[in-house]
C-alpha cells in the first residue's frame, strides 16, 4: 500500500488557505476593500467604514462602549467596527495581510514581525508633532521605533511589586515590609518559624516555568542595576548575567531554610494565588493583575499590600522593569489611514485613557493621563501605581539570542541552582554569559538582531519617566 505524507509546511498552507477563506467570509469592511464604504451619513455622504481589530477580552464591552460613542459623536463620518479576535493573533493578522483584507487599526502584536513584513504604516509621518510630544521620553527603540520611525504606541503596562501578608508580617514582628534582600531572607524564615505548623511559609514562587525565576530576578536585579535588563548589559552590548547573582542566592538561601513553599518545583501561578489568598504565603512576586485576581478570581479577606521588590542593598541604580509593549498600529496598505489616525486619536484622548484606569482595567504608562486619573476602583491597585522607579527599557536581543542558543536556557540553570544548588554559581554565570555571547553573535552574524553597545546608556535616566 502506497502511503501518504502530510508535511508540515502543507499544514500551514491548508491552515492559511482556510483563515484566509474564513476573513473574507467575515470581512466586510476591512482595511484594503473599497467597497466598505457603502453606509450612508446623516448628510447622505457614504461614511468611512474602518476596520479595528483587538485580542483584548477583558476590556472589550468597555471598548465597544467607547467605539459606539466615536460612531455616534465622531463630525467626521466615520464608523468604526470592533473585532475582538480569538487565539492566533499574529496568524491572524499575516493572513489578513497576505489576502488583502488586513485591518485598517489594530492592536499591536509581535513587532519585529510586524515591522519587518511591512504591516505597520510609520506613524510619525501620520501623526501631528504635537501629539507626538505626549510621548516623550517613552517611545524606546524596537518596542516603538526602529530606525527612527514611529509604529506603534504605548498606552497600558505591568508593574512589578512584592506582594506580601500584612498581617503575616505584624505577627512576625515587622511593620514595614523587607528594603533588601537579606531582610526578605530573614522576614520569610520568621514567617515560616511562626506559622510552618499552620501550613504557612514565608516565600513562594512558580517554578513550575521559567517565570518562577524572571518575576522576582528582571524587578531586583534591574532596580539595582545601572547597565543591564534581562541579563544583557546594554553599555557592553553582551550578555552578563551576573545581575542576577544576588537575587538567585536570596531564593537559594529560602530554600535552603526551608521558608520555601513545599512543590515550588511544580507549582504555576494560579495555585500559589490561592494559596496566598487563603493566607498560606507571607511574599511573592508578580504584577499589577494581581488586585483583579484577589477581587474575582481568588476573592480574600486577607489583609496584603504591594511594595517595590527588593534589591541586595536596599540601593535602586535602575528602575523596576515596566512591561509594556505597543498598544495599536494602523495598517500601511489601508487607504483609509486619514480615518484611522483620527480614530488613533480618540483612543488616546485623556478622558477615555482616565476613565480606563480608573475602572481598573488597567495601569496607564502616559504621564499626561496619570497626572489627572483618579484612584482606581480596585482594592489594592495602589500599590501598583507608576512611581519615579518604574520604566520602560528598550528591547533586548535575548528573545532571539535564545533562538542560536546551544544548552539549558538561563532560567533552567538559576531554577535548579534555586532548588538543588548542585552548581557552583559563579561557575554557571560564567557558562552562560560565555553560551550566551556565542548564540548572540551568530544572531548578529545572520543579521537577526541589531542591537548593539551603547555605552552611554544609564538606566537611571529612566528614572521618574512614568511617575513620580
Known sequence: MKKSFVTKS?????????????????????????????AEGSGGTAKTKIAYWTIDRHDMDYMQQQVDNYNATNTDNIEVEMKVMADNYN???????????????????????????????????????????????LLVDDIYTKDGHVYTLPNTGQFWRLLYNVDLME????????????????????????????????????????????????????LGSESSHEGFNFQTGEFDFGMYGDIAQALRQIKVDGSMIPGAESLDIDPLRAQFAQGKIGMYVNHSS???????????????????????DGQINGVSWVNAGGYIGISAKSNKQEAAVKFLEYLYNVELRSEYQEKGLGLSVLPYVNEVAGKPELAGIEGF??????????????????????????????????????????????????????ALEAARKEGLTNVQANPSFSAKSLQGSLGE
Open 385 to 438: 501605581l507608576p512611581t519615579k522607579y518604574d520604566g520602560i527599557y528598550p528591547a533586548t536581543p535575548l528573545s532571539i539570542t535564545e533562538t542560536k542558543l546551544e544548552g539549558k536556557k538561563f532560567t533552567d540553570v538559576f531554577i535548579e541552582y534555586i532548588l538543588t544548588g548542585n552548581q557552583e554559581l559563579g561557575t554557571a554565570i560564567e557558562d552562560l554569559n560565555a553560551r550566551y555571547g556565542k
Open 91 to 137: 496568524q491572524a493578522v499575516e493572513v489578513a495581510f497576505a489576502s488583502n483584507q488586513a485591518p485598517d487599526i489594530f492592536r499591536s502584536g509581535d513587532f519585529q514581525t510586524y515591522v519587518n513584513k511591512g504591516y505597520y504604516a510609520q506613524l510619525d509621518t501620520l501623526l501631528s508633532d504635537e501629539f507626538l510630544a505626549k510621548f516623550d521620553g
Open 171 to 222: 505577627k512576625a514582628g515587622y511593620t514595614e515590609p523587607p528594603k533588601t534582600l537579606d531582610e526578605m531572607v530573614e522576614m520569610a524564615r520568621k514567617i515560616t518559624e511562626m506559622g510552618k505548623s499552620e501550613g504557612v511559609y514565608g516565600f513562594a514562587s512558580n517554578f513550575k516555568n521559567g517565570s518562577g525565576f524572571t518575576r522576582p530576578a528582571f524587578a531586583s536585579g534591574s
Open 10 to 38: 502543507t499544514l500551514s498552507v491548508c491552515y492559511l488557505l482556510v483563515m484566509a477563506l474564513m476573513l473574507a467570509a467575515c470581512s466586510s469592511n476591512n482595511g484594503s476593500n473599497e467597497n466598505s464604504e457603502a
Open 290 to 312: 494581581e488586585p483583579a485576581v484577589y477581587t474575582s478570581q481568588f476573592p480574600t479577606d486577607i489583609r496584603w499590600a504591594s511594595t517595590i521588590v527588593p534589591t541586595k
